[in-house]
T-cell receptor, first 112, second 112 residues
């Protein structure tokens, strides 16, 4: 199994508070991704990174920011959480741009 | 534009064969991936087709027809543990990079 961990695994927060989710990998893969999964919508790409300090937006990036200061860590930040951001967030890594994705176990976020 | 269609639910009997179809439309196409996700778990990679034809991996096979923008996942000798959601994910071009596009997935229920 790919060495990828997400933290926290579960979080409940209130509307308007900042939240940061962390993805940590031990595989030294170049590419890292943040997806959200909601019923009826499958997996939607939020942001991705193709190297340290190199990030780009996905299809649902509004309200989210990311940072990657080290190869192994990819942080997803909700500056001011809203109830619409209640979701399960998955981090994924891949060795190459066209390679298969290895997913973390997910972080369940509830915004009240 | 981009679109992706697969059935929302499929039910089959243990030991049977089931086919999950996927039609897609993407801006630029590089290949079709399939992922499996059990309830409460993370998606895991099953197969990838870059060329037309059938790829076999044990009980699972995946087919691609690029000219028809169509693919399917074939599961043989169904087992109860195959009950899961299955996502086809075409890899298309988005802003000169390669992105996996996930749909809502097909929920497979295997009955005794």
């Amino acid at each position: 199994d790919a060495g990828i961990t997400q933290s926290p695994r579960h979080k409940v927060t209130e509307t308007g508070t900042p939240v940061t989710l962390r993805c940590h990998q031990t595989e030294n893969h170049r590419y890292m991704y943040w997806y959200r999964q909601d019923p009826g919508h499958g997996l939607r790409l939020i942001h991705y990174s193709y190297g340290v300090k190199d990030t780009d937006k996905g299809e649902v990036s509004d309200g989210y920011s990311v940072s990657r200061s080290k190869t192994e860590d990819f942080l997803l930040t909700l500056e001011s959480a809203t109830s619409s951001q209640t979701s399960v967030y998955f981090c994924a890594i891949s060795e190459s741009e066209a390679g298969e994705l290895f997913f973390g176990e997910g972080s369940r976020l509830t915004v009240l | 534009g981009q679109s992706l269609e697969q059935p929302s639910e499929v039910t089959a009997v243990e030991g049977a064969i089931v086919q999950i179809n996927c039609t897609y439309q993407t801006s630029g196409f590089y290949g079709l991936s399939w992922y499996q996700q059990h309830d409460g778990g993370a998606p895991t990679f099953l197969s990838y087709n870059a060329l037309d034809g059938l790829e076999e991996t044990g009980r699972f096979s995946s087919f691609l027809s690029r000219s028809d923008s169509y693919g399917y996942l074939l599961l043989q000798e169904l087992q109860m543990k195959d009950s899961a959601s299955y996502f086809c994910a075409p890899r298309g071009a988005m802003d000169s990079s390669y992105k996996l596009i996930f749909g809502s997935g097909t929920r497979l229920l295997v009955r005794p």
